[in-house]
């Protein structure tokens, strides 16, 4: 084997919807939205831009790929309802930046990554399992329901307000922080449900009674093994929603087998600064040419 395939990389797996959004509602909480002289809203790319740019400047990948829901209908709206159901439409301003940003990502030579039926959670955990195996992945995003995913290989960045503010979730840092198991992050959702998912897990069962359930037996598995030893109410609740409880781990279980095809020869960070510019140029981006160098 030659060196480049024996070498070991750092892989950067980007959130795009978690990036776009946090940069729209940064960049329009004034009530100001910025768009080009011919009209079209840029603000959340514009955002999502710097955002970007100031990851790769941090963690200097090698590669980077970039992971994108396609459309609201999974297999997880398919197996409930009410799933996401309490999330209403984009504003208005927002809808034209999806497909632009892709654009922009693209311009810079990273690979695009979405797969129908599936979120772009699914996507970053096929991805994640896969190089984790030989390669350090880090995963960047917003979304703390990714921490089920940490590994010694495979570290997952939540961005916190502003730029340049991370937290950084290797095992140790999970359990230190909030005493849990990454498996056990799933188990979690499961008993507590998800309000910006909108499933409901137990009702009845909150975050500290989840946690302190988990930190005494170990996983759902462990306290179902378990009832008689549980107060009254508390396994009441379990025993009457225990096909919910199943549903919503299912629900937060984030997938880790998308049949998705993406060879990391073909996603290395090599930004062509001609290229990046005529987008930028395109799209009236000023303020971001010095960001590239």
Request: hydrophobic share 40%; charged share 20%; glycine share 8%.
């Amino acid at each position: 084997m030659n060196e480049t395939t024996t070498s070991r990389h750092t892989v950067l797996l980007v959130d795009g919807m978690a990036l776009l959004f946090r940069a729209y509602y940064a960049t329009s909480s004034s009530g100001y939205i910025m768009k080009t002289s011919a009209g079209l809203p840029v603000n959340a790319v514009y955002g999502f831009v710097r955002y970007f740019l100031d990851a790769i400047h941090t963690f200097a990948p090698s590669h980077v790929i970039c992971c994108w829901d396609m459309g609201s209908k999974t297999f997880r709206t398919e197996q409930f309802d009410g799933y996401k159901a309490n999330r209403g439409q984009p504003p208005e301003e927002m809808i034209p930046q999806f497909d632009l940003v892709k654009d922009v990502v693209a311009s810079f030579g990273v690979t695009n990554v979405g797969f129908a039926g599936f979120e772009a959670d699914d996507c970053i955990g096929t991805l994640a399992t896969l190089y984790g195996q030989e390669h350090d992945v880090r995963v960047l995003t917003g979304d703390h329901d990714m921490l089920q995913l940490v590994s010694e290989s495979i570290h997952v960045i939540i961005m916190k307000k502003g730029y340049s503010n991370y937290a950084v979730y290797t095992p140790a840092a999970l359990l230190e922080e909030r005493g849990l198991t990454p498996a056990q992050i799933v188990d979690l959702k499961g008993l507590m449900g998800d309000t910006s998912d909108n499933y409901p897990g137990v009702k009845g069962i909150g975050e500290k009674t989840a946690v302190k359930l988990l930190l005494e037996y170990g996983s759902i598995e462990g306290i179902l093994d378990n009832l008689e030893s549980l107060p009254k109410g508390v396994r009441t609740n379990i025993e009457t929603q225990l096909d919910m409880l199943h549903l919503s781990r299912d629900l937060a279980r984030i997938r880790c087998d998308v049949p998705l095809v993406c060879a990391i020869e073909d996603c290395c960070w090599a930004m062509d600064r001609h290229q990046v510019i005529a987008k930028f140029e395109e799209l009236e981006f000023k303020g971001l040419m010095k960001l590239i160098g």
